[in-house]
């Protein structure tokens, strides 16, 4: 945008948002830029800073910058989408955000202005944001259900239904997050409750972590990585790394750092 301010009307004739002028639209996109692509994965780490968040952060940014004459919300989207790919959310490839955007209209400005006026405040927009996802998740989810009903053709549909180990879908069992049962095997789970210590309730572990846990002891080396558990088991890391630290948290593996990951180790109990 070569003009002056944008002037944006959020349908509340008191609050009319001025975007940047054009003067600064260059190097506050350079600065977005740079931020974007500082790594912020490390859980332990006081910058970590969880993917969905951050997402969520550059789409407010596009929005508040507003660096196009036009369409700043479909480039806000469309940057919202490339964060979520770049780390491993895949299935946003197939959820979309604009219709329940569109039925929300009012609620999202107000979660911008409110924002705004809150010193930039980006809790009241990701509140917000997070609401309208899980509503799109959850007609995700209903399609695939219904898809798998009729469809003879499901073996050659461009990605997987998600199941709970019961066979039910993942919207018929809120306990069940539908991203990280996909790619584990429910058959190496149950060979894995054959080792894991009697002290240790099997009720309160998942078939993720099951399945890692026979990973861990089919190799030589019983060391494991979140991008190892990732490409073994067709999850995500971000998947692979909470059911490492859940197996952590119940004393089945150790934590170590070594270099710039960890390395999480099957105990000998």
């Keep these: 945008r070569q003009s002056g301010s944008e002037l944006v009307n959020f349908e509340d004739t008191t609050h ?22 500082l790594p912020h994965d490390d859980i332990d780490a006081g910058s970590y800073l969880h993917p969905l968040i951050k997402s969520i952060a550059l789409h407010f940014c596009i929005g508040f ?19 979520m790919y770049r780390h491993g959310y895949d299935a946003f490839r197939y959820i979309s955000l604009s219709e329940m955007l569109l039925k929300n209209k009012s609620q999202y400005w107000r979660s911008f202005i409110s924002t705004e006026d809150d010193h930039l405040d980006l809790t009241y927009f990701a509140e917000h944001q997070c609401e309208i996802l899980v509503q799109a998740i959850a007609d995700f989810v209903g399609f ?15 990605f997987d239904i998600p199941k709970t180990s019961q066979g039910r879908s993942s919207s018929d069992n809120d306990n069940t997050k539908a991203e990280s049962e996909v790619g584990l095997d429910v058959e190496v789970a ?5 080792t ?21 002891k089919s190799r030589e080396d019983s060391d494991l990585t979140a991008k190892l558990v990732a490409e073994q088991c067709s ?19 150790s ?8 390395v999480y180790s099957l105990l000998d109990n």
Excluded: M
């Design 65 to 83: 910058i507003r660096p196009l004459g036009s369409k700043n919300g479909c480039l806000a989207r469309a940057l919202f989408y490339w964060c």
């Design 255 to 262: 934590r170590e750092r070594v270099k710039r990951q960890y």
């Design 190 to 194: 149950e060979q894995a409750k054959e």
């Design 144 to 158: 695939r259900v219904e898809l798998e009903k009729f469809s003879p053709l499901n073996s050659e549909l461009p």
């Design 235 to 253: 999850v995500t890391e971000a998947v692979a790394r909470a059911i490492l630290n859940e197996l952590t948290d119940k004393s089945l593996f």
């Design 196 to 216: 894991v210590p009697a002290d240790v309730d099997l009720s309160t572990l998942s078939d993720q972590a099951l399945s890692v846990i026979e990973l861990a």
């Design 16 to 37: 009319v948002h001025h975007g940047a002028k054009a003067g600064e639209i260059e190097p506050r996109i350079s600065q977005l830029a740079e931020w974007i692509n």
